[in-house]
């Protein structure tokens, strides 16, 4: 079982920058890819950004390329999301996700959600 805690969610400008972490408790966590997906009302769970096991291969959104970078510390059990230049479109709950396979299935294979931290940017 791994349970994951988000926090570093809030309000920001438009430009402005936030960083999110997540973090990671339980057996073998650091053996799973680790992930970021947002969701708004009425919307499916997107994938905005995951990393692998030892964090030598990142996959990202189009929608956040060039202004989200995914990095994962094993030593301290955390993944975080610097998010840069954020846009009011951004505005989302973010889901830290851990599983075997996110970089080939996306959302299909997270195993394990965090319980989501809100991210408001105002224009």
């Known amino acids: 079982q791994v349970q994951l805690v988000e926090s570093g969610g809030g309000l920001v400008q438009a430009g402005g920058s936030l960083r999110l972490s997540c973090e990671a408790s339980?057996?073998?966590?650091?053996?799973?890819?680790m992930g970021w997906f947002r969701q708004t009302p009425g919307n499916e769970r997107e994938f905005v950004a995951i990393?692998?096991?030892?964090?030598?291969?990142?996959r990202y959104a189009n929608s956040v390329k060039g202004r989200f970078t995914i990095s994962r510390d094993n030593a301290k059990n955390t993944v975080y999301l610097q998010m840069n230049s954020l846009k009011p479109e951004d505005t989302a709950v973010y889901y830290c996700a851990a599983g075997p396979s996110l970089l080939a299935d996306g959302t299909g294979g997270v195993r394990y959600w965090g319980k989501g931290t809100l991210v408001t940017v105002s224009s």
């Open positions: 990393i692998s096991d030892m964090g030598f291969a990142t």
């Open positions: 339980g057996r073998a966590w650091s053996s799973y890819e």
